[in-house]
């Protein structure tokens, strides 16, 4: 396999009241605001509340990984690998989230059950059901 280098530019960050501190087991229940550069508005036209979309979104936080993991890392549980997981300690910390577009206001996407903490760079996002 070639090295390559892939280049990848935010289009914007998360907003919400989660952080490394926060023990959110049921993240399908969190709201957050996805905050868009302006200059992407126009990128959003065609998205409409009431429809599910996919955030791709970088763990910017996480720091290596382990190709077998613990879920969670809850140590009572056996180990799996990391593919089978959605552990954000990975090869590549590429965070990909399927949620529920509840407003667009502007540059703003509010949703519900993004796994992704406060201030997290957003690097994509897609319908779930194109056209």
């Given at each position: 396999?070639?090295?390559?280098?892939?280049?990848?530019?935010?289009?914007?960050?998360?907003e919400?009241?989660?952080?490394?501190?926060?023990?959110?087991?049921?993240?399908?229940?969190?709201?957050?605001?996805?905050?868009?550069?302006?200059?992407?508005?126009?990128?959003l036209?065609?998205?409409?509340?009431?429809?599910?979309?996919?955030v791709?979104?970088?763990?910017?936080?996480?720091?290596?990984?382990d190709l077998?993991q613990?879920?969670?890392?809850?140590?009572?549980?056996?180990?799996?690998?990391?593919?089978?997981l959605?552990?954000p300690?990975?090869?590549?910390?590429?965070?990909?989230?399927?949620?529920h577009?509840?407003?667009?206001?502007?540059?703003?996407?509010?949703?519900?059950g993004?796994d992704?903490?406060?201030?997290?760079?957003?690097?994509?996002?897609?319908?779930?059901?194109?056209?």
């Amino acid at each position: 396999m070639n090295p390559t280098q892939l280049m990848a530019k935010p289009i914007g960050r998360v907003e919400n009241g989660a952080d490394e501190s926060t023990a959110l087991d049921h993240w399908t229940s969190v709201e957050s605001r996805i905050v868009l550069d302006p200059s992407l508005v126009g990128g959003l036209s065609g998205l409409e509340a009431g429809q599910d979309i996919i955030v791709v979104f970088w763990f910017d936080r996480s720091g290596g990984f382990d190709l077998l993991q613990h879920p969670k890392g809850d140590t009572s549980r056996p180990k799996r690998g990391v593919f089978a997981l959605r552990s954000p300690h990975r090869p590549n910390p590429i965070g990909v989230s399927q949620v529920h577009l509840l407003a667009v206001e502007g540059n703003v996407l509010l949703v519900r059950g993004l796994d992704a903490f406060n201030g997290t760079p957003v690097l994509d996002v897609k319908p779930v059901n194109h056209p």
